[in-house]
């Protein structure tokens, strides 16, 4: 049996992940799409909160792996890892962050990490125009410093099992065009 993938898209706000989700799912045969938006709490409790949610992932994704079906998120734990970095939290996640990166890569699944950005930071100034929410305060600044911090941890997972991608999202159409090309996606799925 073919080995299934796990695709994780990340990137700061305004980047266009919604968009690109949406693409791989309806581009995907075979395949689901899951939207996690962490949680508020900020304190203490909310690590704890953030640790026990994403082990209960992990401990479905091991249950899926026979299952012939490609697993697409829009967000999970790195997006955490990178709000803690920055300071939206009172805690560091560091701790939890690896250990559930280490039971990840164990899984058996070809697993790609996606980091959106945009080349042009003002992009961002129209696509935070929109209806949003509350979670994290959005703005320019905010987002171009996420952005730093998620290609900060592709980065740091250059020499794992999980294959890293970069991916401007200037252009939606050049952006399909690349993803295709490495997922191999047919374009008339």
């Not at 909160?49 to 249950?63: D, N, Q, V």
């Not at 250990?99 to 950005?117: A, G, H, M, Q, S």
């Not at 987002?143 to 252009?171: G, V, W």
């Amino acid at each position: 049996m073919q080995k299934r993938r796990i695709i994780i898209v990340e990137g700061p706000q305004g980047t266009g992940k919604t968009t690109l989700t949406n693409y791989l799912r309806e581009n995907i045969p075979s395949s689901n799409l899951y939207r996690l938006a962490g949680q508020k709490n900020k304190q203490e409790e909310g690590k704890k909160i953030s640790e026990k949610m994403y082990l209960a992932l992990l401990e479905y994704l091991e249950k899926m792996q026979d299952i012939p079906m490609d697993l697409i998120f829009d967000r999970t734990f790195f997006s955490e890892e990178v709000y803690a970095r920055l300071g939206y939290k009172e805690y560091s996640f560091t701790d939890v962050y690896k250990n559930l990166l280490e039971r990840l890569e164990k899984l058996n699944y070809d697993i790609y990490f996606i980091v959106l950005y945009l080349e042009n930071s003002k992009i961002y100034e129209k696509r935070l125009e929109r209806e949003h929410h509350t979670y994290q305060a959005f703005s320019v600044e905010n987002s171009m410093n996420q952005q730093r911090k998620y290609l900060e941890i592709k980065e740091e997972l250059e020499n794992t099992m999980i294959k890293t991608i970069p991916l401007a999202m200037d252009n939606f159409d050049k952006a399909y065009k690349k993803i295709n090309e490495i997922l191999e996606i047919e374009e008339d799925n």
